[in-house]
């Protein structure tokens, strides 16, 4: 296999370069379509982007200049903009999944159902999948890879986002010969009471969603990037939520991890308040005592664990090498390798009474923590991820993780149907280990 760069240079230079389409128009979304269309990655070409608001996705394309779109309702009109090379939006995200001369689509939605369906679609339709959506890809990230290998076609998460991060780091170690036992992100802070209205001053600072804001507020975007990670390289959490240790630096993040989980197949965790502030961690092991001795005089301390860390994460910039990589190679960034190790679970952020409806990610009711696999089929708890749009059955009390037979489901959900597919076809087949 010929290096990427020049295989994207050469598709840049012939005039075929890898055409994307983007899925969704928040803010996420704009800052990939900003970079993909201002001095754009060579061989590289966003052609479309789906949005049930038109005015949304054909904003981001006049952020970036371009004022002049091709507004498509149908897959023939769609695909006939892209070959004139005129830049096109749809309301009907749906067309650039069927579109033949679309690569691959981004999904930016950080929705559950319709990014299922989304998904489902795109991967019938032999897309390429790059998910910038945790939520979707935390709750029904392994049936999806299972569907996405029989069409063989590429499911990945993406690098620049946390996970995407430390399993490009974590891949890399692993290939020196190195020995990963935990990985995971860096937070600033964690408040599980924080709400749409708490956030929603920040929010408008950034032309951010509230309740995608609070998500990351109140920990459940981090028990959802936590899952990523852990169904990707088949580390488990040490407890409930994660230990979340506070920590001037990430360095001191082995000072907190007990030894003997570690070496039991390794953790999924996070760094509290640490420097550098963003971007994300791996701790290695190593017990020989001249190796020791030698990574000593090398300023990475006495051991057994060593952490190296990537000290920022750049997800509308990175997105171009998960891109790349997954057209041209079908290398997935990160990506499940066998049924759930870990699953997020829905927590009360209030006392709430029977006949609410709970509102999801980032919502008032509320928050989302991260759990072993085992222990959450065992306690038969409520996805996170498949919440939104639950009316509860009986009174939950704050904090109380609800479960699923506390709830009445949406009827016709295709995420409650995926997840059962998945439940049924990882019965019998544990999760592999790398």
């Known amino acids: 296999?010929?290096?990427?760069?020049?295989?994207?240079?050469?598709?840049?230079?012939?005039?075929?370069?890898?055409?994307?389409?983007?899925?969704?128009?928040?803010?996420?979304?704009?800052m990939i379509a900003l970079h993909l269309l201002i001095d754009p990655p060579k061989g590289i070409r966003l052609v479309a982007i789906g949005n049930r608001t038109l005015e949304h996705a054909r904003q981001a394309f006049a952020d970036a200049g371009i004022r002049s779109t091709t507004t498509a309702d149908s897959v023939a009109a769609l695909e006939g903009a892209i070959d004139k090379g005129s830049p096109a939006v749809t309301g009907d995200a749906m067309l650039v999944c069927q579109a033949s001369n679309v690569d691959a689509i981004v999904d930016c939605?950080?929705?559950?159902?319709?990014?299922?369906?989304?998904?489902?679609?795109?991967?019938?339709?032999?897309?390429?999948?790059?998910?910038?959506?945790?939520?979707?890809?935390?709750?029904?990230?392994?049936?999806?890879?299972?569907q996405a290998d029989r069409a063989r076609v590429t499911l990945t998460n993406a690098d620049g986002d946390e996970p995407g991060v430390a399993?490009?780091?974590?891949?890399?170690?692993?290939?020196?010969?190195l020995t990963p036992v935990a990985t995971g992100n860096l937070k600033g802070m964690v408040d599980r009471y924080r709400t749409p209205e708490t956030q929603r001053g920040f929010a408008a600072q950034?032309?951010?969603?509230?309740?995608?804001?609070?998500?990351?507020?109140?920990?459940?975007?981090?028990?959802?990037?936590?899952?990523?990670?852990?169904?990707?390289?088949?580390?488990?959490?040490?407890?409930?939520?994660?230990?979340g240790p506070p920590c001037a630096h990430v360095k001191e993040i082995i000072d907190h991890l007990p030894l003997k989980q570690l070496l039991d197949g390794g953790l999924i965790d996070y760094a509290l308040g640490a420097e550098p502030h963003t971007g994300a961690f791996v701790v290695v092991y190593e017990e020989h005592p001249l190796k020791q001795k030698y990574l000593a005089y090398l300023k990475m301390g006495k051991g057994p664990l060593y952490v190296?860390?990537?000290?920022?994460?750049l997800p509308h910039v990175q997105l171009a090498?998960?891109?790349?990589?997954?057209?041209?190679?079908?290398?997935?960034?990160?990506?499940?390798?066998?049924?759930?190790?870990?699953?997020?679970?829905?927590?009360?952020?209030?006392?709430?009474?029977?006949?609410?409806?709970?509102?999801?990610?980032?919502?008032?009711?509320?928050?989302?923590?991260?759990?072993?696999?085992?222990?959450?089929?065992a306690e038969d708890l409520l996805p996170m991820g498949l919440s939104e749009g639950c009316r509860l059955s009986r009174d939950v009390a704050k904090d109380e993780p609800i479960r699923r037979g506390d709830v009445e489901f949406p009827a016709g959900r295709v995420s409650d149907r995926l997840y059962a597919e998945q439940k049924e076809y990882f019965s019998s087949r544990p999760s592999q280990r790398r």
């Open 1 to 30: 296999m010929r290096a990427i760069d020049e295989v994207l240079k050469e598709r840049h230079d012939r005039g075929d370069p890898i055409k994307i389409a983007l899925v969704g128009a928040g803010a996420a979304a704009r």
């Open 109 to 146: 939605t950080g929705t559950v159902e319709y990014g299922a369906r989304l998904a489902t679609a795109a991967i019938e339709n032999r897309k390429h999948l790059i998910l910038v959506n945790s939520e979707l890809d935390a709750t029904l990230g392994p049936i999806l890879k299972v």
């Open 167 to 177: 399993m490009t780091l974590l891949r890399y170690l692993r290939s020196l010969g």
């Open 206 to 243: 950034y032309s951010m969603n509230p309740n995608i804001v609070t998500s990351f507020a109140d920990g459940t975007k981090l028990a959802m990037e936590a899952t990523v990670l852990a169904n990707a390289t088949g580390f488990k959490v040490g407890k409930r939520g994660m230990y």
């Open 308 to 313: 190296f860390y990537t000290p920022f994460h």
């Open 321 to 377: 090498s998960t891109l790349a990589r997954a057209v041209l190679a079908q290398d997935a960034t990160i990506a499940p390798i066998g049924g759930p190790v870990c699953e997020v679970a829905t927590v009360a952020k209030k006392p709430l009474k029977r006949g609410d409806v709970l509102d999801g990610v980032g919502g008032f009711a509320s928050y989302g923590v991260i759990e072993n696999s085992p222990a959450f089929t």
